[in-house]
């Protein structure tokens, strides 16, 4: 495949939330994703009070500990720091107040939604985070629940200032049924600014491949060269790509 390709969703900073274990599984993630053709492949560990009680500080600190090993190794793709927000109500404050972590450029910032229940006042909170200058990226969609029922729910996300994010796993039935019609539905319609690899472990990254192949079949060289370049570049440059 091309080079150029760009992972913005992806979990390779060891031992910091649910993702790469070590850090030569976090080295071997990179690697793959290199061969793939990624060029640029952004971490983002979970920030999620309770759960994964990481702030921005502490994702810095984790980043700054393996940063050298891999720039040390010139043949693994560019990295990034950002972080993959939960839009509770204390996150969305740091959101706020400038605490949280977007994407490289300041602009974009990737949040994950509850999978059951569609959050409250959730348009008028993406509507806030737009008046305070950041874009909010919606992480794999075609994960909640909400959006397999009213696959509208999200053109009206989109509408409130929304880009979306396509988790290519889920085309590869990684989540299950459900999840896979809901992701080839949203593609029908043309409500993907992105897609990521959202990868945890190294055996996720043969998903992205075989995604990536699922994509080119159906929609053509361009839909692949788009939501892997076009669409996250425009992204880290601080604008919402065209659909």
């Given at each position: 495949?091309?080079?150029?390709?760009?992972?913005l969703?992806?979990?390779?900073i060891p031992?910091?939330?649910?993702?790469?274990?070590?850090?030569?599984?976090?080295?071997?993630?990179l690697?793959?994703?290199?061969?793939?053709?990624?060029?640029?492949?952004?971490?983002?560990?979970h920030m999620?009070?309770?759960?994964?009680?990481?702030?921005r500080?502490?994702?810095?600190?984790?980043?700054?500990?393996?940063?050298?090993v891999v720039?040390?190794?010139?043949?693994?793709?560019?990295?990034?720091?950002?972080?993959?927000?939960y839009?509770d109500?204390?996150?969305?404050q740091?959101?706020?107040?400038g605490s949280?972590?977007p994407?490289?450029?300041?602009r974009?910032?990737l949040?994950?939604?509850?999978?059951?229940?569609?959050?409250?006042?959730l348009?008028?909170?993406?509507v806030?985070?737009?008046?305070?200058?950041?874009?909010?990226?919606?992480?794999?969609p075609e994960?909640?629940?909400?959006?397999?029922?009213?696959?509208?729910?999200?053109?009206?996300?989109?509408?409130?200032?929304a880009?979306?994010?396509?988790?290519?796993?889920?085309l590869?039935?990684?989540?299950?049924?459900?999840?896979?019609?809901?992701?080839?539905?949203?593609?029908?319609?043309g409500?993907?600014?992105?897609?990521?690899?959202d990868?945890h472990?190294?055996?996720?990254?043969?998903?992205?491949?075989?995604?990536?192949e699922?994509?080119?079949r159906?929609?053509?060289?361009?839909?692949?060269?788009?939501l892997?370049?076009?669409?996250?570049?425009?992204?880290l440059?601080?604008r919402?790509?065209?659909?």
């Amino acid at each position: 495949m091309p080079s150029g390709y760009i992972d913005l969703h992806c979990h390779w900073i060891p031992n910091i939330d649910d993702g790469a274990r070590s850090v030569e599984d976090g080295l071997r993630m990179l690697a793959e994703l290199g061969a793939l053709g990624f060029r640029t492949v952004v971490a983002t560990p979970h920030m999620r009070p309770g759960l994964f009680d990481n702030t921005r500080v502490d994702l810095e600190n984790a980043y700054a500990q393996v940063q050298p090993v891999v720039v040390s190794k010139p043949d693994l793709p560019q990295i990034a720091l950002s972080s993959e927000h939960y839009l509770d109500d204390t996150v969305f404050q740091r959101l706020l107040a400038g605490s949280g972590l977007p994407y490289p450029g300041g602009r974009a910032v990737l949040i994950e939604l509850s999978p059951v229940e569609c959050p409250s006042l959730l348009d008028y909170r993406l509507v806030d985070l737009c008046r305070h200058r950041l874009i909010p990226v919606i992480a794999h969609p075609e994960r909640y629940q909400y959006i397999w029922k009213a696959p509208e729910k999200l053109e009206q996300l989109i509408r409130a200032g929304a880009a979306t994010l396509l988790d290519i796993g889920a085309l590869e039935g990684a989540y299950g049924r459900e999840p896979r019609r809901c992701a080839e539905q949203l593609l029908e319609r043309g409500l993907y600014h992105a897609a990521c690899s959202d990868a945890h472990r190294v055996a996720d990254i043969d998903h992205v491949l075989a995604g990536m192949e699922a994509i080119e079949r159906r929609y053509g060289r361009e839909e692949v060269e788009y939501l892997f370049h076009t669409g996250p570049q425009a992204l880290l440059d601080g604008r919402v790509p065209d659909l």
